[in-house]
């Protein structure tokens, strides 16, 4: 286990915020909040030790290349490349681009976006997924060191920021390999997000200890102006809101859909009415 400082002003003492157990070792991990309000997971395992925490078999973003692939994981990953796939279409020319997908799992998004000639390449740290995505002609490396300066003017972080050891590094490194007109995509849970007033500490989006931080729109805006990067836009990802309140419920099926459509309702209203609420944090920065 090892002791953290914060990633955007370097503090060393946090107030305590929750206590969260991991959902599969059943260990309790605590979330303390820095003076900045960036809320971090301290202390954590060291990065060498935090392979056991990915090795579950239903670890959602390994999928493709291990035996679990449930219906509704089947359904949700469709669902969510298409809205991604058109969500990049905004800020980009499929003829013109390259992107990075960093963090890119088993590299389903990325074969997609190739299929659909947006050319896009993948950083991931788990090296079966590397040698599956290798194997499917697409360029992956566990090292960003293997990317090329200046290559890429499209970078992804879906849902990877937040599982990052060394955030300097990673940062260092986009900034070396995207060119100056680059598009940087980011989504992360939101500790503001609506359903978390029914879910509390069974929040599946807290997911103890591979989320080693847990942002806001706030927090986000200073760690990216800390790096040289602006916030140009922001947008809700309500899709992220139905995939967070039915994997945190943990009952019977009847249950479980009834209290889903409950939050699920509940939830989606109030984030129409209050941006700072929603499930995932989704903004578009460009360099200084």
């Known amino acids: 286990m090892e002791q953290v400082v914060c990633i955007i002003c370097g503090e060393k003492s946090f107030s305590h915020f929750l206590s969260v157990k991991c959902k599969y070792s059943g260990e309790i991990f605590s979330l303390n909040q820095c003076q900045c309000s960036l809320v971090l997971t301290s202390p954590r395992p060291s990065e060498d030790k935090m392979t056991s925490y990915y090795q579950n078999q239903d670890y959602q973003p390994h999928s493709e290349i291990n035996s679990y692939n449930s219906f509704f994981n089947i359904i949700f990953k469709k669902i969510s490349h298409l809205w991604k796939y058109n969500f990049l ?3 980009i020319k499929k003829d ?6 960093i963090g890119g799992g088993d590299g389903s998004l990325a ?4 299929k659909r000639k947006i050319i896009t390449d ?4 788990d090296m079966s997924c590397v040698k599956f995505i290798n194997g499917c002609n697409i360029f992956a490396s566990s090292s960003l060191s293997d990317f090329k300066d200046d290559s890429y003017n499209l ?9 990052i050891h060394d955030i ?8 070396r390999i995207s060119n100056k007109d680059a598009v940087m995509t980011i989504a992360t849970p939101n500790i503001f997000a609506s359903e978390i007033k029914f879910l509390k500490q069974n929040w599946v989006a807290w997911d103890v200890p591979r989320h080693l931080y847990h942002f806001n729109y706030n927090t986000l805006d200073l760690l990216l102006t800390k790096y040289g990067w602006e916030i140009t836009s ?4 309500f899709q992220d809101t139905l995939f967070n309140v039915y994997a945190s419920i943990d009952c019977n ?5 009834l209290i889903f459509c409950f939050i699920s309702v509940y939830s989606l209203i109030v984030q129409i009415f209050s941006r700072n609420k929603v499930s995932s944090n989704l903004i578009v920065c460009k360099k200084k």
Not at 96 to 101: F, N, P, Q, T, V
Not at 253 to 257: L, R, S
């Open 111 to 114: 074969m997609y976006l190739n």
């Open 96 to 101: 013109k681009s390259k992107g990075i997908d």
């Open 89 to 91: 279409n905004q800020y």
């Open 168 to 175: 300097d590094e990673l940062f260092n490194q986009i900034n």
């Open 253 to 257: 099926f009847i249950g479980k859909i």
């Open 155 to 163: 970078v992804m972080l879906w849902h990877s920021l937040e599982h």
């Open 234 to 237: 922001r947008r809700s990802m």
């Open 122 to 125: 993948v950083y991931e740290k």
